[in-house]
């Protein structure tokens, strides 16, 4: 399911318009990337937890010539399942 598909699906459930819908999910979108740019936490019970890792630097190799590949350190975003998420996909 890509972006539009999911603004339709929420249009159709909630009875919205495309368009109203359509912001409504990127203002979600929005509001998660600008709170884990800022380093907070995002915490939906029953859906799951979004959060902000930190990634050191390392060295890696090129798989074709095998020369060291110096990898930056870098913030990457987690999302880890709730138990309402967990028990919803295992029946």
Do not use: Q
């Not at 459930?13 to 884990?36: N, Q, R, Y």
């Not at 995002?42 to 890696?60: P, Q």
Request: proline share 3%; hydrophobic share 40%.
């Amino acid at each position: 399911m890509n972006k539009n598909e999911l603004a339709a699906a929420v249009a159709e459930k909630t009875g919205l318009g495309k368009g109203e819908a359509a912001s409504a999910v990127d203002a979600v979108f929005d509001t998660i990337t600008g709170t884990l740019k800022s380093g907070g936490d995002i915490r939906i019970l029953g859906f799951g937890n979004f959060s902000v890792s930190n990634r050191a630097a390392t060295t890696g190799r090129n798989p074709l010539t095998g020369a060291p590949v110096d990898i930056p350190a870098k913030r990457v975003a987690k999302f880890s399942a709730g138990k309402g998420l967990k028990d919803a996909l295992n029946g």
